[in-house]
């Protein structure tokens, strides 16, 4: 089953068009799987902050309240130091793969805290715009819980 996340802007852009294949939660999750990377209505201000998200988001259009992406959760880990630019400190490393920003996004109003189950609706309108392979790759054999 496919699971939603929701992240605020602009770290929902970082994820979608910036390389930024790390999540970093507080919490833990068993799923490994496809993900839909949700844009919430909350914009984190204080990102501006963050260097490597400062100097490649200048200029994209940060939607909120919508799908943006997919991609695959493959891996978590415990802080174990920076493993990437992106990494937070004490947080779980969620590691995410085949990131694939959607063309147009696909709006949908409400997110939630941490992993949430989206409607039937909302995956097949993101699956619509991905081509045969990348739905395969992404969707073809579904994960469930590790």
Not at 64 to 80: G, L
Not at 123 to 142: H, K, N, P, S, Y
Request: aromatic share 6%.
């Amino acid at each position: 089953m496919t699971r939603a996340l929701t992240v605020r802007q602009p770290w929902a852009a970082a994820i979608a068009y910036a390389g930024k294949t790390i999540e970093n939660r507080v919490q833990r999750w068993s799923y490994r799987g496809p993900v839909l990377i949700h844009s919430g209505k909350a914009i984190d201000r204080a990102a501006k902050q963050h260097p490597p998200l400062a100097a490649v988001v200048r200029g994209l259009q940060l939607d909120q309240r919508a799908v943006v992406a997919v991609a695959r959760i493959t891996d978590c880990h415990p802080d174990d130091g920076e493993c990437t630019p992106w990494s937070a400190a004490g947080h779980y490393h969620y590691v995410l793969a085949d990131v694939t920003p959607l063309p147009l996004p696909v709006p949908h109003l409400r997110g939630a805290l941490g992993l949430w189950t989206p409607p039937v609706e909302l995956v097949d309108r993101v699956r619509m715009q991905l081509d045969d392979a990348t739905t395969a790759r992404l969707f073809g054999e579904e994960a469930g819980p590790c």
